[in-house]
């Protein structure tokens, strides 16, 4: 005879179950938190053994090299590699069952360790951990990066636990799993991809045919202290949260694994807090959104971990390198660049007649040059071409105020990076770690 509870196991009702008594297990009725966190099993006869999620023996510390944590499964793995890909830091997996991997863009070769590699003056050099390391550009200290996959919420756990320096989530899982927990750092809030929102979601029949916002689901005359709302949901603590955040009284929750869709109508439910991103799920098993029932609005984040970020050697160089890159490649993925011909008497007058469509302003202002040919047998520029950067969205419209100021020959072009000269979330990360 062995479990007796397990606090996070699914399907498990959330509130504090009577048969236990509050001495014995006191976070479980005191704190949800807990619960993610901490499952506490009883053997009859025996006292409580508490399973820590991540290290053990609380000591991250102690350990060599900066590790990234990346979704191992589902449909944020694909997206991840492929963003990394687009910011040419390809992360090579021996195979898909393999949870360890690393990214050869960051491998040092062992010729450019010459410069500063505490190790290259040792007889103990050994090439293998060189090759794998990078170098840290302040202190010349040498780093492994690892990346790890773990499916998204031990991406969290992880990094709370101190097992993981920095991870790329939805805002969902990060939320929930991380439940405010000050060393966690949104280092990029909009990685544009796994774009979702949490929302309630309530039956469109029966007593809720009339219901459509937050606040007439709250007034509702049934719910009662003998007879709460019953919400399923997979967000054991967002959903909870965000029904107190409203002064919704009366309300039980119950956790399931997945299909919570279907909780309704089984009458497990009377409503839900699910991911939605087409509604089609939702419209399918006859459910709908109301008013005031959006809890948060989830896309995929780079996180890190305060302490690695000022304890670890190597974690905010790489976190500066990999926001660079995926600024630059982000802002770039949303325009074009433009290039036409357009004839002229100076690039000035050029330049005046571009600059007076609002389309046309590119990223700083259009660049202008002069094409020159040989006439009577001089060198002379009567055409300029002209170069801009243009919104995606606004391509056509562009093209059609280059051609009503004489633009000729437009060339489009996808871009691949827009390199600012400092990125505005490097500074925001630099001041809120005070440094
Ligand atoms: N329908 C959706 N559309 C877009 N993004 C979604 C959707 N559902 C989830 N996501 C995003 O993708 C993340 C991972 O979801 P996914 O469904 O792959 O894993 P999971 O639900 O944790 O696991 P599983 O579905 O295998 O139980 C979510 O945390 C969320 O950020
Ligand atoms: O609004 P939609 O585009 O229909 O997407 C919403 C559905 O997607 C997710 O489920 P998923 O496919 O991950 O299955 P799961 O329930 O097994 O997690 C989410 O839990 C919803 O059920
Ligand atoms: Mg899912």
Redo the contacts with the bound molecule.
Sequence with gaps: MSTLVEMSAVRTVLQCPSSIAPSQTPSLCSSIRVSVKVSVFRCSGASPVTVVNGNVDKKPYERNGVRLGLPSK??MATDTLDLLKDCQLSVKQVNPRQYVAEIPQWKIQPGVLALGCPYVASPLLDLNHCRCSRMNADSGYLTNLEVWFQRPKDVVRKLVSGDLDLGIVGLDTLNEYGQGDEDLILVHEALDYGD?RLSLAIPKYGIFENINSLEELAQMSQWTPERPLRVAT?FTYLGPKFMKENGLKHVTFSTA?????AAPAMGIADAIV???????????NNLKEIEGGVILESQAVLVASRRSLIQRKGVLDITHEMLERFEAHLRAAGQFTLTANMRGSSADEVAERVLSQTSLSGLQGPTVSPVFCRRDGKVAADYYAIVICVPKKELYKSVQQLRSIGGSGVLVSPLTYIFDEETPRWRQLLSNLGL
């Design positions: 589902g449909r979702c997979g694994d997945g299909a919570l869709e699910d991911l939605v991103s087409s509604g089609t799920t939702l419209r399918e």
